[in-house]
């Protein structure tokens, strides 16, 4: 599974830095936000100002980025010790990339 993980990690890293140049950075964007929003109790438990739909959609690259790194250093974790709860509630996220990335600049077509 460390390997899953690290390799989601990259291809989330990887996404996060096409999407500055995605032709269909907005709809990507949108659908992220969608998902984050929709997320959002399980991402932000305890609420606060980031889990404000506003505040999430107007920062959807920096979300993706750092949930990348996170995943990274989840692969390095698991490699001692368990992440298997923060994992399945994750599991949502990479797919959803995964998803957006086969389409390849395509969202808006």
């Keep these: 599974m460390t390997n899953e993980i690290a390799a989601y990690g990259k291809m989330m890293a990887n996404f996060a830095r096409s999407l ?8 990507c964007c ?8 929709g997320h959002r ?11 404000n739909p506003e505040w999430i959609a107007d920062h959807v690259p920096g979300i993706v980025a750092h949930f990348a790194s996170v ?19 994750m599991a949502w996220l990479p797919r959803l990339i995964q998803d957006l990335e086969a389409r390849n600049g395509r969202l808006d077509a």
């Design 41 to 51: 109790d399980e991402l932000w438990p305890k609420g606060g100002p980031e889990s």
């Design 71 to 89: 995943f990274s250093v989840v692969a390095i974790i698991c490699k001692e010790t368990s992440a298997d709860d923060w994992l399945v509630r």
């Design 20 to 27: 500055r140049v995605r032709p269909d950075r907005a709809r």
């Design 30 to 37: 949108a659908v992220l936000a969608d998902a984050l929003i």
